[in-house]
């Protein structure tokens, strides 16, 4: 980890923010999102993303619903299907949220 990425990260989990995550606790993916696309004062960066967030939470909503009266939905993978309707697949070359190891091919 390089040092300025070690500093906001650091900032990251003393703020407010980072505390109402417990350490351990995994990100999903709709979090993720929106964690990275809000300013520090904690408006959207562009109104092209808080309209991509109230999709999101819209479908998420749904499938929350769905998944309380089927109890064969898998809850899981509930934000990885989410993400691809409002985002749409990955293309080659397009990396959506990268990991340890993740590559462009």
Known sequence: ML???REDAVRFWNS????E???????RRIQLFDITHRKKDGSRMTSEAGEIMEK???KKAEYEAIASTDSSVNLEDIDN???TEVLGPERYGQVR???SGVNLT
């Open 16 to 19: 407010k923010k980072g505390e």
């Open 3 to 5: 040092r300025y990425q």
């Open 56 to 58: 999101l939470k819209d």
């Open 81 to 83: 299907r989410i993400i």
């Open 21 to 27: 995550l417990s350490p351990g606790q995994k990100v």
């Open 97 to 99: 949220f990268q990991g």
